[in-house]
């Protein structure tokens, strides 16, 4: 029996590999996990992996033939949306309210008041603490956004700082804590 759905977005940060450890985790605890990946995330982390990890294809395009309103199912179908890795595009687009790629009109779409969304920001510890990155993360946090914080040290491009993505098998357990609380 799935232990609950999760709709697990990846957008474009070289944490993608990582975020698939917490896809890894939580399929095998029974979870049933829909990727949806931005075009800038699968420059990182290829459609099949996501598939192989998921046991489903992953959702990209939100103008694909055949396959125009399933994402809108899965998210009513879905009992947690989860950001890992969340750009700071992408933080600053769902704060402005921006509905034309999946994330966007996925987010505007979602039950909030019934469903946890949730955002793991991974990004260049500039980006983390420009005022326009901060302004958004408070933005969504007042509209109920979980922000898993990013831990300090050593990013991918050589800077130490806030910014690193958390630890995958720990956003794995929360979700898993979370969905167990339901
Ligand atoms: C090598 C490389 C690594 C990147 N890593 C990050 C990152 O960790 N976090 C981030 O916010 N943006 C990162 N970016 C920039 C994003 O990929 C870029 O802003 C992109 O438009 C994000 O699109 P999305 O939010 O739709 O996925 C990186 C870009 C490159 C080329």
Known sequence: MSQGNVLFFLTGSIACYKAC????????????????????????????????????????????S???????????????????????NTINRLAAGLADDLPGALFLAWEHRQKPWWIAPAMNTYMWQHPATQASVARLRSWGVHVIEPAEGLLACGDTGAGRLADPEKIASEVLAALARK
Not at 34 to 45: G, N
């Open 21 to 64: 450890t917490a896809i890894s985790r939580l399929t095998q605890a029974g979870v049933t996990v829909q990727t949806v990946a931005t075009p800038a995330a699968l420059r990182f982390i290829g459609p099949a992996t996501l598939e192989a990890l998921s046991g489903r294809p992953v959702f990209s395009d939100m103008w694909e």
């Open 66 to 88: 055949g396959r125009a309103l399933d994402h809108i199912e899965c998210a009513r179908q879905s009992d947690l949306a989860l950001v890992c890795p969340a750009t700071g």
